[in-house]
């Protein structure tokens, strides 16, 4: 009998997935990637992929690396597809096909098994990361294949297949939105979401934080230690980078900081809307920059910020494993290398506000930026300097002269 690896997440769409590989033949072995998922039940998760029929089912724990190795060298880009998602489920698919194929070829499986839609990102993501690493992968993606999508044309359709074979699942057809978690972020899509004149804060019921509203009446004051732009520290204790993200989660989300509602553009090629929580990422980004703009060369943060948007996008679409990123990465870890420090924020109703700032790379002298009479700037240089700077206009304005 043919077998296979099932990228597994105990949801709706990978419970039917579960359901129809063994009724195709297969003999499905269950990988449950732990990405730090924050409102899951992982001993259930893996008893029901257990009493469902699959031949094995396992738990990776990976939630150490996906900070360090995925989330955190992102954060030192400053990369937010379109200038506002944080990219927390983009990060995450690459990893989960490295840890599918390191099952598939321990277990001697045959394919690889997504529960990713022709209509999503995550189908790329996925795909491109597994072929990246294994060139001669078996890829089979039920939602690209007529006959599923016949059996399963909605959601409606899957609730009552899990019914009739005693599946339990979260979704509903009175609830139908869809949800994604991490340690990094929980997203929430598709169903009332698909209604652009429904507040989504209103329709999804928060998993990480309360809302702004719902927040403290004063100010939470915490500071982030940073080496070479890397998170090593919060309010004096020394954590890992999970053990970071995890701290600035509570924080963050105790707050009501980190909540988005955006319409993006997918790699396919049509908009969706997503709302998303990254509180303890959010807090993240703001302290990095915040130092960033202390220890940085301005022309290597100019370059840097130039790039950024690229590397948001290469992410969000599945350009992980390649050598484009490879080099971007390598770029980066040389541009942190000054980026040390300490940032103290201020928290309040999802507000970030700055506290305070030092490095001991701090780039920033007070003698030159003051304002005030002295000062080791000496004024006199900028003549020559705007002479020499305004040439190409003077040329330029005798040859073609502007009206005015």
């Known amino acids: 009998m043919p077998s296979c690896v099932l990228a597994y997440s105990g949801g709706l769409d990978t419970s039917v997935i579960l359901g129809w590989l063994q009724d195709q033949g297969y003999d499905v072995h269950c990988v449950y990637v732990d990405l730090g998922q924050p409102c899951e039940d992982r001993e259930a998760i893996m008893q029901k992929a257990h009493d469902c029929g699959a031949v094995s089912a396992r738990l990776v724990d990976v939630q150490e690396e996906l900070c360090r190795d995925f989330a955190f060298p992102v954060l030192q880009w400053q990369a937010k597809y379109e200038s506002i998602y944080l990219l927390g489920t983009s990060i995450a698919r690459p990893l989960i096909s490295k840890v599918c194929l390191e099952v598939a070829r321990e277990v001697g499986a045959e394919a690889y098994v997504h529960g990713a839609t022709g209509k999503g990102n995550d189908q790329c993501r996925f795909q491109l ?36 074979k005693g599946i339990p699942v979260k979704a509903s057809v009175s609830k139908p939105y869809s949800s994604d978690e991490n340690c990094l972020h929980i997203s929430y899509e598709a169903g009332d979401l698909e209604d652009l004149e429904i507040n989504g804060v209103d329709v999804v019921d928060f998993g990480m934080g309360v809302s702004p509203q719902d927040a403290p009446d004063e100010v939470e004051q915490v500071t982030i230690k940073i080496e070479q732009g890397v998170p090593v520290a919060v309010n004096g204790e020394a954590l890992s980078p999970l053990g970071i993200v995890k701290t600035l989660n509570d924080i963050g989300g105790r707050n009501g900081v980190g909540r988005i509602d955006m319409v993006e553009n997918r790699f396919v090629g049509m908009k969706s809307r997503g709302v998303y929580e990254s509180p303890g990422m959010t807090v993240l980004y703001d302290a990095l920059l915040v130092l960033e703009q202390l220890t ?64 001991p790379n701090s780039l920033y002298d007070e003698g030159i930026a003051t304002m005030e009479g002295g000062g080791s700037y000496n004024q006199d240089d900028a003549e020559g300097f705007l002479r020499i700077m305004g040439l190409p206009y003077r040329v330029q304005g005798r040859i073609t002269p502007r009206e005015y």
């Open 129 to 164: 990361a597994a072929e990246a690493l294994d060139p001669n992968v078996k890829m089979i993606a039920p939602w690209r294949i007529q006959e599923f999508r016949d059996l399963f044309p909605g959601r409606t359709e899957m609730i009552a297949y899990c019914e009739s």
């Open 296 to 359: 940085m060369d301005r022309d290597l943060c100019h370059l840097r910020d130039r790039l950024k948007a690229e590397v948001a996008e290469m992410v969000y679409y599945g350009h992980w494993y390649c050598a484009r990123m490879d080099a971007l990465l390598a770029f980066n870890r040389s541009a942190m290398e000054h980026v040390t420090g300490e940032v103290t924020l201020g928290l309040y109703k999802g507000n970030i506000i700055v506290e305070s700032r030092k490095s």
